[in-house]
């Protein structure tokens, strides 16, 4: 920054006030002067026009030129005259004078001011004119005109301006002389204060005062800095005898940081060990609630299934809520405790996102229903189906947002919106999850403090709408461990919407074949709510279909008259009748025998759809739509729309496949009858264990062809237990189901590392559990001859780990093939494990991953789906050169157990 002296300022600000005034006042005078010369021109002019006028009556009464030309040529004594017109009354010219350097002098805009005898004057860039007519004997008789130029005028003022700028120097001389004295008087006393002020910081004698009065201004400023020097001088002596002090303390100061110092310690290894107990006290309190909430969920569903009075059923089933209730709350304690201490993991492996957009619907639809909501799933056609993620936080996420939503919205509608920017080929894309909602929203104030933790709106939001606060404070921390973040936008009564983004790695394509547009194909809509209407129009329009849309039975019947379908969809909540009775009426009409009905409605409808459609011929699609390809399945071919497995509907011991002996290790008694009850007669012979070492000493002496084990017991473990069984026991044959109350994806690892077969989580679900235990009681017989309605090959089969219906599905049902194609699986790579092994005994890390993440591809093409979920983990274990002796046998394990599958199958 520039600096300058107060003594320069003054002397500029005096110098630019007298030079702005003596160029006001020279401009003042020049424009005076102007006016002034302009003024005398004119009056010149009109004198000289009058003694014309008078000296010319007789030339223009007689019109006679020659003295007419004599009178104006006098005119060329008078510089200031460039010419002359005489006119007689017709304005024809007598008489003209015009120096030889003037342009031509007519001017038709001052004849026509001369009409209305006046006298006329303008002027002009170029000269000024003034006219007036001549009168005889009060007769007009005709006109002169005069013309004057501007060389004389121009010449006067300019020596004007020269004087007013010569007396303008000489001013601003003694303007400079002037202000060059004043600024000495005002600035002497400033530069002394300011050599005093210099004396004093640098001899740093605060002693010194100023005694300077020769200004009332200087004598204030000295009298403050006097003030502050002593100021100055009572710090400078705080100072000293502070410094004397600290000198006295120093001396005691090394002792009093060591004790600070223990006391520091003390504290953080009580915050440690405060921290570890919150840990195993959580821990601890999950595994001991999970323990009697599993007898008392499993028991109470006994009774449920047992009961025969309607009203003891329903109350069981309030038990049954409140259980689920309470096991949501402790899951939600949990989480909690894990991702604040840092020990929430991401299992990330690849997943099909229709299939866990199917689960939540369907875990969500019957509260959804219960409260008469619009539930709309809205999946962008350019959003990949298979991702790499963590399934089960990407769910739990989901779900906490959704339940959100309906416990929030009395009335309207919940949509999840799902969408990614267009992509090909393999590598990450950016997928957005959005869900809205028309409830009842929230202020800016709100917004701020909803992810708090135990944290709601107010207290009568509590109160009204019940919950705990949880799910959106573990929410927003999964996702930051996910590297996202959670945003809401709301207004109070306009609902509101949560989004998140991830980045999200695709998996190698599976898809078999492009689809085709569906142009062929004329689709009737009937959908009372609009939002759902706009959606599976934009749905079936995508997909390339012809849509035409009504919103009631009315309507569409006619439409039906009207024009030709071969596809009515049509709700089963139609607002003037009910979606039934309008199948019924289309069916009675034989023009429309062709047209093919599909009914939507809620999963929880299925079973009246089903009822129906033994009657009528209609097929059935589960709402929430969203799934593309289903859909264009479901109009081409008319296949059942959500494609269950009918087979896999039913409960796995419904074909009464029995176990001869089994053993249950538990060291909680209650379970170990639970387990009896739930079995009853499915079971010849139960073997009871209270601990690891007992089952042990147990399998020593009986042979069993199940074990259900728990983990967390005295004496030896769960881990322990298998390790032992399948290591040194050499039974690899039996198979072994965990128990935990651990619902940790890690815990589930440990389990299949330790040998276990598959794993439940208290409290059990009976129906999984019975599907798990008839899948393993089908091991010694897994391939079952097809019936003899089925062709030969695949229809039929069950291949544990390998979704044959999805395959079949994407082949168009070409059993063959795919058969053709297990073949060619089974003889590629039926000794290629030892392969693999190799690569990671010699360290060749890069040929390994290349191995498995090739190996991963082919499964996941032939949906083996199983090994490929394991593989990922592999691979990811094996790019982190984590992976050990255990990780291999458990890989192996599976592996082996899927070639012997398909060698049993190809027999």
């Given at each position: 920054m520039?600096?300058r002296?107060?003594?320069n300022?003054?002397?500029?600000i005096?110098l630019?006030?007298?030079?702005?005034?003596?160029?006001v006042?020279?401009?003042?005078f020049i424009?005076?002067?102007?006016?002034?010369?302009?003024?005398?021109?004119?009056?010149?002019?009109a004198?000289?026009?009058d003694?014309?006028?008078?000296?010319?009556?007789?030339?223009?009464l007689?019109e006679d030129?020659?003295e007419?030309?004599?009178?104006l040529?006098?005119l060329?004594h008078?510089p200031?005259?460039?010419?002359?017109?005489?006119?007689?009354g017709?304005k024809?010219e007598?008489?003209?004078?015009q120096?030889?350097?003037?342009?031509s002098l007519?001017?038709?805009?001052?004849?026509?001011?001369l009409?209305?005898?006046?006298?006329?004057?303008?002027?002009t860039?170029?000269?000024a004119?003034?006219?007036?007519?001549?009168?005889s004997?009060g007769n007009?008789?005709g006109y002169?005109?005069?013309?004057?130029?501007?060389?004389r005028y121009?010449s006067?003022?300019?020596?004007?301006?020269?004087?007013v700028?010569i007396?303008m120097?000489?001013?601003?001389?003694v303007a400079?002389?002037?202000?060059?004295?004043?600024q000495?008087?005002?600035s002497?006393?400033?530069e002394?204060l300011?050599?005093?002020?210099?004396k004093?910081?640098?001899?740093?004698?605060?002693?010194?005062?100023?005694?300077?009065?020769?200004?009332?201004e200087?004598?204030?400023?000295?009298?403050a800095?006097?003030?502050?020097?002593?100021?100055i001088g009572?710090?400078?002596?705080?100072?000293?005898?502070?410094?004397?002090?600290l000198?006295r303390?120093?001396?005691?100061?090394?002792?009093?940081?060591?004790?600070?110092t223990?006391e520091?310690e003390?504290?953080?290894?009580?915050?440690?060990a405060?921290?570890?107990?919150?840990?195993?006290?959580?821990?601890?309190?999950?595994?001991?609630?999970?323990?009697?909430?599993?007898?008392?969920?499993c028991?109470t569903?006994l009774?449920v299934?047992?009961?025969?009075?309607a009203?003891?059923?329903?109350?069981?089933?309030r038990?049954?809520?409140?259980?689920?209730?309470l096991?949501?709350?402790?899951?939600?304690?949990?989480?909690?405790s894990r991702?604040d201490?840092?020990?929430?993991?991401?299992?990330?492996?690849?997943?099909?996102?229709?299939v866990?957009?199917e689960e939540i619907s369907?875990m969500l639809?019957?509260?959804?229903?219960e409260?008469?909501l619009?539930?709309?799933?809205?999946?962008?056609?350019?959003v990949?189906r298979?991702?790499v993620?963590?399934p089960?936080?990407?769910?739990?996420?989901?779900?906490?947002?959704?339940?959100n939503?309906?416990?929030?919205?009395?009335?309207?509608?919940?949509r999840?919106?799902?969408?990614?920017p267009?992509?090909?080929?393999?590598g990450?894309v950016?997928?957005t999850?959005?869900?809205?909602d028309t409830?009842?929203?929230?202020?800016?104030?709100?917004?701020t403090?909803v992810?708090?933790?135990?944290?709601q709106?107010d207290?009568s939001?509590t109160?009204?709408?019940?919950?705990t606060?949880?799910?959106?404070s573990?929410s927003?921390k999964l996702?930051?461990?996910?590297?996202s973040?959670?945003t809401?936008?709301s207004?109070?009564g306009?609902g509101?919407?949560?989004?998140?983004?991830l980045?999200?790695?695709?998996?190698?394509?599976?898809?078999?074949?492009a689809?085709?547009?569906?142009?062929?194909?004329?689709?009737?809509?009937?959908?009372p709510?609009p939002?759902?209407?706009?959606?599976?129009?934009?749905l079936?329009?995508?997909?390339?279909?012809?849509?035409?849309?009504?919103?009631?039975?009315?309507?569409?019947?006619?439409?039906?008259?009207?024009?030709?379908?071969?596809?009515?969809?049509i709700?089963?909540?139609?607002?003037?009748i009910?979606?039934?009775?309008?199948?019924?009426t289309?069916?009675?009409?034989?023009?429309?025998a062709?047209?093919t009905?599909?009914v939507?409605?809620?999963?929880?409808?299925?079973?009246r759809?089903?009822a129906?459609?033994?009657?009528?011929?209609?097929?059935?699609?589960?709402?929430?739509?969203?799934?593309?390809?289903?859909?264009r399945r479901?109009?081409?071919?008319?296949?059942?729309a959500?494609?269950?497995?009918?087979?896999?509907?039913?409960?796995?011991l419904?074909?009464?496949?029995?176990?001869?002996?089994?053993?249950?290790?538990?060291?909680?008694d209650?379970n170990?009858i639970?387990i009896?009850?739930?079995?009853?007669?499915e079971?010849?012979?139960?073997?009871?264990?209270?601990?690891?070492?007992?089952?042990?000493?147990?399998l020593?002496?009986?042979?069993?062809?199940?074990i259900?084990?728990?983990?967390q017991?005295?004496?030896?473990?769960g881990?322990?237990a298998s390790?032992?069984?399948?290591?040194?026991?050499?039974?690899?044959d039996?198979p072994?189901?965990?128990?935990?109350a651990?619902?940790a994806?890690?815990?589930?690892r440990?389990?299949?590392?330790?040998?276990?077969d598959?794993?439940?989580?208290?409290?059990i679900?009976?129906?999984?559990?019975?599907?798990v235990?008839?899948?393993?009681?089908?091991r010694?017989r897994r391939l079952?001859?097809p019936?003899?309605?089925?062709?030969?090959g695949?229809?039929?089969?069950?291949?544990?780990?390998?979704?044959?219906?999805?395959?079949?599905?994407?082949?168009?049902?070409?059993?063959d093939k795919?058969?053709?194609?297990l073949?060619?699986?089974?003889?590629?790579y039926k000794d290629?494990?030892?392969?693999?092994a190799?690569?990671?005994e010699?360290?060749?890390?890069?040929?390994?991953?290349?191995?498995?993440h090739a190996?991963?591809?082919?499964?996941?093409n032939?949906?083996?789906?199983?090994?490929?979920?394991?593989?990922?983990?592999?691979?990811?274990?094996i790019?982190?050169?984590?992976?050990?002796?255990?990780?291999?046998?458990?890989?192996?394990?599976?592996?082996?157990q899927?070639?012997?599958?398909?060698?049993?199958l190809?027999?």
């Amino acid at each position: 920054m520039n600096k300058r002296s107060i003594k320069n300022k003054l002397f500029t600000i005096i110098l630019s006030t007298s030079l702005i005034a003596l160029v006001v006042a020279g401009g003042l005078f020049i424009a005076f002067q102007a006016l002034t010369l302009k003024h005398e021109m004119r009056a010149s002019l009109a004198l000289q026009c009058d003694v014309l006028a008078d000296n010319a009556k007789a030339i223009i009464l007689f019109e006679d030129k020659r003295e007419a030309a004599q009178l104006l040529d006098s005119l060329k004594h008078d510089p200031q005259i460039i010419g002359a017109l005489l006119l007689n009354g017709e304005k024809r010219e007598i008489g003209r004078y015009q120096r030889s350097n003037i342009a031509s002098l007519d001017d038709i805009a001052a004849l026509k001011k001369l009409e209305i005898d006046q006298i006329v004057y303008h002027e002009t860039e170029a000269y000024a004119f003034y006219a007036k007519p001549v009168y005889s004997r009060g007769n007009k008789i005709g006109y002169v005109m005069l013309y004057a130029g501007y060389s004389r005028y121009w010449s006067m003022l300019t020596h004007f301006a020269g004087l007013v700028g010569i007396v303008m120097f000489i001013a601003l001389l003694v303007a400079l002389l002037l202000s060059w004295l004043l600024q000495r008087v005002i600035s002497r006393p400033i530069e002394s204060l300011a050599l005093f002020v210099s004396k004093v910081a640098r001899d740093e004698d605060y002693s010194l005062r100023i005694a300077d009065k020769s200004y009332v201004e200087i004598e204030q400023l000295g009298s403050a800095f006097n003030s502050l020097l002593n100021q100055i001088g009572h710090a400078i002596s705080a100072r000293d005898q502070a410094q004397r002090d600290l000198q006295r303390h120093s001396l005691n100061l090394q002792d009093l940081v060591h004790e600070r110092t223990r006391e520091l310690e003390w504290a953080k290894e009580a915050a440690e060990a405060s921290s570890k107990a919150k840990s195993a006290f959580l821990a601890n309190m999950s595994h001991e609630i999970r323990t009697p909430m599993n007898a008392i969920v499993c028991f109470t569903e006994l009774a449920v299934a047992n009961s025969a009075s309607a009203h003891q059923k329903q109350q069981l089933e309030r038990v049954l809520e409140a259980a689920d209730l309470l096991l949501s709350l402790i899951n939600d304690l949990l989480d909690i405790s894990r991702i604040d201490a840092g020990k929430m993991n991401l299992d990330v492996m690849d997943c099909d996102l229709f299939v866990l957009v199917e689960e939540i619907s369907q875990m969500l639809m019957p509260r959804i229903e219960e409260k008469g909501l619009e539930f709309i799933i809205d999946i962008a056609e350019t959003v990949p189906r298979s991702v790499v993620a963590d399934p089960l936080r990407l769910k739990q996420i989901l779900i906490n947002l959704l339940t959100n939503a309906i416990k929030f919205t009395p009335s309207g509608q919940i949509r999840l919106v799902i969408a990614a920017p267009a992509a090909s080929g393999d590598g990450l894309v950016d997928v957005t999850f959005s869900v809205q909602d028309t409830g009842i929203g929230m202020d800016g104030d709100t917004m701020t403090k909803v992810f708090e933790v135990f944290t709601q709106g107010d207290v009568s939001t509590t109160r009204q709408y019940g919950g705990t606060g949880l799910g959106l404070s573990i929410s927003k921390k999964l996702l930051s461990l996910m590297n996202s973040r959670l945003t809401v936008d709301s207004a109070p009564g306009k609902g509101s919407t949560f989004s998140f983004s991830l980045s999200l790695d695709r998996p190698p394509q599976t898809d078999i074949q492009a689809a085709v547009p569906l142009s062929s194909i004329s689709v009737l809509l009937v959908e009372p709510r609009p939002q759902s209407c706009e959606h599976l129009r934009a749905l079936l329009r995508s997909l390339g279909c012809k849509v035409t849309a009504c919103a009631s039975a009315q309507a569409a019947l006619q439409l039906l008259e009207q024009d030709h379908f071969g596809i009515a969809l049509i709700s089963l909540e139609l607002s003037d009748i009910d979606g039934f009775k309008l199948v019924e009426t289309i069916r009675r009409d034989s023009r429309q025998a062709e047209i093919t009905i599909i009914v939507m409605a809620s999963v929880l409808a299925e079973q009246r759809v089903q009822a129906f459609a033994s009657k009528q011929a209609v097929r059935f699609l589960a709402r929430p739509v969203y799934d593309r390809q289903r859909l264009r399945r479901l109009l081409m071919t008319g296949q059942h729309a959500r494609e269950l497995d009918r087979s896999s509907t039913e409960p796995a011991l419904a074909k009464k496949v029995k176990f001869s002996t089994v053993l249950v290790v538990d060291d909680f008694d209650i379970n170990r009858i639970l387990i009896k009850e739930i079995l009853g007669n499915e079971v010849g012979r139960f073997l009871e264990a209270a601990n690891g070492r007992e089952a042990i000493e147990c399998l020593e002496q009986e042979r069993v062809d199940l074990i259900l084990m728990d983990i967390q017991m005295p004496v030896m473990d769960g881990y322990q237990a298998s390790e032992t069984i399948r290591h040194r026991l050499k039974l690899t044959d039996i198979p072994i189901i965990g128990m935990t109350a651990f619902a940790a994806e890690s815990e589930c690892r440990r389990c299949f590392e330790a040998g276990m077969d598959d794993v439940l989580t208290k409290p059990i679900d009976i129906d999984r559990f019975k599907t798990v235990l008839g899948g393993i009681s089908e091991r010694p017989r897994r391939l079952e001859a097809p019936s003899e309605n089925e062709p030969a090959g695949l229809c039929g089969y069950t291949l544990p780990g390998v979704e044959v219906a999805k395959a079949l599905q994407n082949l168009h049902d070409d059993v063959d093939k795919y058969r053709e194609l297990l073949l060619l699986f089974h003889k590629t790579y039926k000794d290629a494990f030892a392969e693999l092994a190799g690569h990671i005994e010699s360290g060749r890390w890069e040929e390994a991953e290349q191995w498995i993440h090739a190996f991963k591809g082919v499964c996941a093409n032939l949906y083996i789906s199983d090994l490929a979920e394991t593989c990922g983990r592999v691979e990811q274990l094996i790019k982190n050169r984590a992976i050990d002796e255990d990780n291999l046998r458990c890989f192996k394990r599976q592996f082996d157990q899927l070639i012997a599958n398909l060698a049993r199958l190809m027999a």
